[in-house]
């Protein structure tokens, strides 16, 4: 059985950046949906219910097509979200191995996040943005509903939820208001962790 990851910190703690009642809604609502949907769908096929979310969102073709949408929106949507969760955390400063490659790729923090901003916001519809290291170099890309990168072979060390249900109840219509929030609560800690592992 998958079950909801507990955040490691008060649903308060990202405001004024994300607010208390949206972090409510998307933890326990949104994220508990994905988690019981994939249970839902797992109860069919038990020889894969030992296996890990990321386990079964890596090589979705291997996954019985009965519930292969399922396991890719639901499975999805858990491996997002509890990823994200970790990533977010008020002030740490921007540094570490991870710090030094965005800044020799993008030429710098700010042409990386006006980079990363412009494809986040390019969007159509609900989905998500990412830095991934890809073949040993870092790209950003972009994955429509809850698509994660892995199913494509690449590795998400940064991920942001541009689903509406991330910050319509704060910024209303003011997506790019959230972008700019976003990147006051980046744990890079958690994302120079994620990006040393990977490497080794
Ligand atoms: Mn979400």
Known sequence: MHTLP?????????????DEKTM?????????TY???????????????????????????KIPEDIRN????HGGGHVNHSMFWKLLKKNVRFKGEVA??????FGGFDKFKEEFSKAVLG??????????????KLEIVTTPNQDNPISMGKIPILGIDMWEHSWYIKHNANKSAYVEDFFHIINWEEVNKIFKNDKE
């Open 6 to 18: 507990k955040l490691e910190y008060e649903y308060n703690s990202l405001e004024p950046f994300i």
């Open 24 to 32: 409510i809604i998307h933890h326990t609502k949104h994220h508990q």
């Open 35 to 61: 988690v019981d949907k994939l249970n839902a769908a797992l109860e069919k096929h038990p020889e894969l219910q030992k296996k890990s979310a990321e386990e079964l969102i890596k090589d979705l073709n």
């Open 70 to 73: 399922a396991v890719r929106n």
């Open 100 to 105: 030094d490659e965005i800044k020799n790729k």
């Open 123 to 136: 969007i159509f519809g609900s989905g998500w943005g990412w830095l991934v290291v890809n073949g040993g």
